[in-house]
């Protein structure tokens, strides 16, 4: 799934994959296939290669997942991407493949009350409430992590489970409960190394690490030629001219994602840094939440909208604290996407005669 993932972020939403990132994906691949293989001994079943092959039609299930979900929640907040993933996918279990397994299984006058006795049970509803709170936890981050550092690095580091799963059924199965039959092979440890060779290699450059600290995004040139270009490169970040946005009035419009609010500025104003939108979301109705969001979550939103290729920093300059600000315009696909998926800023209502 890492290798499906990266791929479609690379051919569909145009993100960066060099050499040194495609090797780390191929250690981190053979990584999992090292420590798949202790599974497949002499007591492997006879429908193996069938079993292998709807696991490889799963992988490019989590691989399609990760890339678009990974993308789409730099458009839109992950809590909004995770709830639309989850209610998706919970409805299609509970009204397509539950019964259908009932009727593989030759049992389908059982569906009803298995159904029944699952929801009026106390110990299935705290239990589907805890694994519930979970699945919303890790999908969640997953899906913010992809959109925070790109596809590759997020398939890749989600691949890692391949080992963190063996090692926490080890830890809690057999070293705490006692339970035999649950040690790692040596295989798996050595698999683990050569993961963790993978997962630094698509990070980060082992070479400019050594050399100092790699910057998370390509500088651009002292005098940029787009025609939303800031001017040099450090020279104090303009502010917003007065009217860019309006205050939304209670009930005047609906409350909108912040990620989306932002994406929209851009697309419609051109480039703007941290705190010139913190001024925007300031007079918006978005984020459906008692707090305005920080400006730290605010530069995280735009950090993740670049690595994923949507945005592109047009200049450094020193914000009002000053301190160093990035400002970010959005890259040809990413204007095309945002324009997309997002649209312009509707025209404000006329006031009813």
């Known amino acids: 799934c890492p ?57 490019v299930g989590w691989g399609v997942e990760g890339a678009v979900a990974g993308y789409g929640t730099v458009l839109i907040d992950y809590q909004v991407g995770i709830a639309i993933r989850q209610l998706t996918a919970g409805l299609l279990n509970l ?11 030759g049992q389908p006058g059982l569906l009803g009350p298995t159904l029944a006795a699952a929801v009026t049970s106390p110990p299935a509803i705290g239990l589907l409430a805890i694994s519930g709170l979970f699945s919303f936890l890790s999908f969640g981050l997953w899906y913010r992590g992809n959109s925070m550092c790109g596809t590759a690095l997020g398939m890749a580091c989600n691949g890692s489970y ?3 799963t063996p090692l926490a059924c080890w830890l809690i199965l057999g070293v705490a ?17 050569v993961m963790f060779c993978g997962l630094v290699l698509v990070a980060v450059n082992p070479l400019a690490l050594l050399r100092g600290r790699e910057l998370p995004f390509t500088l ?33 419009e609906p409350i909108l994602p912040v990620n989306f609010v932002i994406l929209r500025h851009l697309g419609d104003h051109g480039p703007a840094d941290p705190d010139q939108l913190m001024a925007v979301l300031a007079q918006t109705a ?8 920080s400006r730290q979550e605010v530069a995280e939103a735009l950090a993740a909208a ?27 696909h990413g204007r ?13 209502a006329l006031p009813n005669p």
């Not at 409960?177 to 190394?193: D, E, N, R, Y």
């Not at 095309?336 to 404000?348: L, S, T, Y």
Request: aromatic share 8%; net charge positive; glycine share 14%.
């Open 220 to 252: 651009p040139p002292a005098s940029a030629g787009a025609p939303d270009a800031p001017g040099a490169v450090g020279a104090p970040v303009p502010a917003l001219s007065a009217g860019t946005a309006t205050r939304a009035k209670p009930g005047a």
């Open 177 to 193: 409960l006692g339970q035999p039959g649950w040690g790692l092979a040596p295989t798996i440890w050595v698999a683990a190394a």
């Open 95 to 105: 009204g397509l493949f539950v019964p259908v397994l009932f009727w593989v299984a």
């Open 3 to 59: 290798v499906v993932g990266a791929l479609i972020g690379r051919v569909a939403f145009k993100q960066r994959i060099n050499a040194r990132m495609a090797v780390g994906i191929l250690l981190c691949l053979s990584a999992s296939v090292m420590i798949g293989s202790t599974s497949l001994g002499a007591e492997a079943p006879a429908g193996m290669f069938w079993g292998l092959l709807v696991a490889l039609g799963a992988a």
């Open 286 to 293: 978005c984020g459906g939440r008692t707090r305005r969001p």
């Open 162 to 164: 391949s080992f963190f």
């Open 306 to 332: 670049e690595k994923s290729g949507v945005l592109e920093v047009s200049g450094v300059g020193i914000g009002p604290s000053g301190d160093i600000s990035i400002q970010y315009r959005p890259s040809p």
């Open 336 to 348: 095309a996407m945002i324009h997309r998926f997002i649209g312009p800023q509707p025209p404000p």
